[in-house]
């Protein structure tokens, strides 16, 4: 599936997947409001204490938060189906190209900062795996990579919607790693898992090095070989 119906088939895939994640959101924010009501009237009775009110509470809070998340998630994939409609009729370019084209976008933006001499100096956070961004940012290289679907190869809605979530990842990923390498306050706004990642990533200092040297060479040829 390479067509121009890709991008397309992927966000319809995404709506299906975010409605169910907001059905669950939803039953799970029930359940906490029923358990916090319960806990309540446990309270009133004296057989809870004050220490699993508050509990009931923050799990209720972070249940509602979760819902309201979920919901928005299904509008913006009711959004990205609109734009993804209208870019059947409009397009020259195929959606994986697009997105190929992004992808690349950001690792010339990225290689820059490796191999300019001016950049590296004034800016060299920007390839010091040690530096919290910059480590989650190389970390979704890595993942961006390995979801990029290969030339000419088969590929479905799924492995599509994979990779454009990788790609708009690794977009978000190099602006806070840019942002904070130019010395702005950027706050965590990444998965926790990701800084788990990231952390380990940052003491392989030695497989990092390698690693990026790899990346950088397979980018090289990639451009060349165009």
């Given at each position: 599936m390479n067509g121009r119906r890709l991008g397309y088939d992927a966000a319809r895939l995404e709506l299906r997947q975010a409605q169910k994640d907001a059905r669950d959101a939803a039953v799970a924010a029930r359940v906490a409001r029923a358990e916090a009501a319960r806990v309540n009237a446990q309270r009133a009775a004296s057989q809870a204490d004050?220490?699993?009110?508050?509990?009931?509470?923050?799990?209720?809070?972070e249940a509602q938060l979760a819902s309201r998340a979920a919901a928005a998630q299904v509008r913006a994939a009711r959004a990205r189906i609109s734009a993804e409609r209208m870019a059947l009729?409009?397009?020259?370019?195929?959606?994986?190209?697009?997105?190929?084209?992004?992808?690349?976008?950001?690792?010339?933006?990225?290689?820059?900062?490796e191999t300019d001499p001016g950049l590296a100096v004034a800016y060299p956070a920007m390839s010091d795996a040690r530096?919290?961004?910059?480590?989650?940012f190389l970390v979704i290289v890595e993942r961006a990579r390995e979801q990029r679907p290969p030339e000419g190869g088969r590929v479905t809605?799924?492995?599509?919607?994979?990779y454009?979530?990788?790609?708009?990842?690794?977009?978000?990923?190099?602006?806070?790693?840019?942002?904070?390498?130019r010395g702005?306050?950027?706050?965590?706004?990444?998965?926790?898992?990701?800084?788990?990642a990231a952390r380990g990533f940052a003491e392989r200092s030695t497989d990092m090095l390698n690693r990026t040297a790899e990346l950088l060479g397979e980018w090289t040829s990639r451009r060349r070989e165009r």
């Amino acid at each position: 599936m390479n067509g121009r119906r890709l991008g397309y088939d992927a966000a319809r895939l995404e709506l299906r997947q975010a409605q169910k994640d907001a059905r669950d959101a939803a039953v799970a924010a029930r359940v906490a409001r029923a358990e916090a009501a319960r806990v309540n009237a446990q309270r009133a009775a004296s057989q809870a204490d004050a220490a699993a009110v508050t509990a009931s509470r923050r799990a209720l809070r972070e249940a509602q938060l979760a819902s309201r998340a979920a919901a928005a998630q299904v509008r913006a994939a009711r959004a990205r189906i609109s734009a993804e409609r209208m870019a059947l009729g409009t397009g020259s370019v195929l959606p994986l190209e697009r997105l190929r084209t992004r992808h690349e976008s950001v690792l010339a933006r990225w290689i820059a900062y490796e191999t300019d001499p001016g950049l590296a100096v004034a800016y060299p956070a920007m390839s010091d795996a040690r530096q919290p961004h910059t480590a989650a940012f190389l970390v979704i290289v890595e993942r961006a990579r390995e979801q990029r679907p290969p030339e000419g190869g088969r590929v479905t809605a799924s492995d599509y919607s994979q990779y454009r979530q990788s790609v708009d990842d690794l977009e978000h990923a190099f602006d806070l790693a840019e942002r904070s390498a130019r010395g702005e306050r950027v706050q965590q706004e990444l998965p926790d898992a990701l800084w788990e990642a990231a952390r380990g990533f940052a003491e392989r200092s030695t497989d990092m090095l390698n690693r990026t040297a790899e990346l950088l060479g397979e980018w090289t040829s990639r451009r060349r070989e165009r």
